[in-house]
């Protein structure tokens, strides 16, 4: 089983920064993709960012520019969130896909961290 735990959310002011942390335990074999989603109230879970094993990185067009995946290679992954806007708030969840220590297919999730932004 692999286990994410998110930290870093909170409350920020528009323009402000935060950045989002992300760390896997467990029985780990390999991680090929660590990505952030968010899920803002009435709406659908979305992908904020994504990065491979490869380094490969992809990111929703709404944040592009402003926000910076990186990690990955030590088990964790961070989200920089630079230039926030109110409709940036929601809560935001790790994911993680790979291999577990068996070489079974696992698709975690963390428990979700809230971001708020004001105006």
């Known amino acids: 089983q692999v286990q994410l735990v998110e930290s870093g959310g909170g409350l920020v002011q528009a323009g402000g920064s935060l950045r989002l942390s992300c760390a896997a335990s467990g029985s780990i074999f390999s991680i090929n993709v660590m990505a952030w989603y968010r899920q803002a109230p009435g709406k659908q879970r979305e992908l904020v960012a994504l990065?491979?094993?490869?380094?490969?990185r992809n990111y929703a067009g709404s944040v592009k520019g402003r926000f910076t995946i990186s990690g990955i290679d030590k088990n964790t992954v961070n989200l920089q969130m630079n230039s926030l806007k109110p409709e940036d708030t929601a809560v935001y969840y790790c994911n993680a896909r790979g291999l577990d220590g068996v070489r079974r297919e696992y698709d975690s999730w963390g428990q979700g961290t809230q971001v708020t932004v004001s105006s």
């Open positions: 990065i491979g094993r490869s380094g490969y």
